[in-house]
């Protein structure tokens, strides 16, 4: 898979109009003090509806793009068996559906410099997996 970092060409982060659209279709905190609000706004309780609404909202790219985020660490906080689940699996697919738009995201949450998946994140396992079909593709070094 090449080397373990991240390609520059790929780099992707959300948008301010992007966070405050979102904010207002899923009744999201928004305060100045968030760092990483697509991380910090995640609930695990809210991962079907998340989900939902991934699907449902006429959502930009954008908006797509940085809601992943949300809905990848909600099931990653939740205590669903993520290789049993219906709604995990469709997350998936979602994200291979559109790997340009997600290929960055793709490639974090893969934790390429984690060597035991241990420490690694539990979606971590399942972007590895897509990451393989699709590094090629996406990184500019292979």
Not at 14 to 30: E, G, K, S, W, Y
Not at 65 to 72: A, E, H, P, V, Y
Not at 109 to 135: G, K, Q
Request: hydrophobic share 45%; aromatic share 14%.
């Amino acid at each position: 898979m090449g080397d373990n970092s991240i390609p520059d060409h790929i780099v992707r982060y959300p948008t301010r109009a992007a966070i405050d659209r979102l904010v207002v279709f899923f009744d999201l905190r928004n305060e100045p003090n968030m760092q990483d609000w697509e991380i910090e706004v995640a609930d695990s309780a809210r991962c079907v509806e998340f989900l939902a609404g991934y699907e449902n909202f006429s959502l930009d790219a954008d908006e797509r793009f940085t809601f992943m985020w949300t809905i990848l660490q909600s099931f990653d906080e939740s205590e669903i068996d993520l290789a049993a689940s219906l709604d995990w699996q469709k997350v998936l697919w979602l994200i291979e559906s559109e790997i340009e738009l997600h290929i960055y995201t793709v490639w974090h949450w893969s934790a390429l410099r984690i060597n035991s998946i241990d420490y690694a994140w539990r979606v971590t396992p399942f972007m590895r997996e897509i990451l393989v079909r699709h590094c090629e593709r996406f990184d500019a070094t292979a």
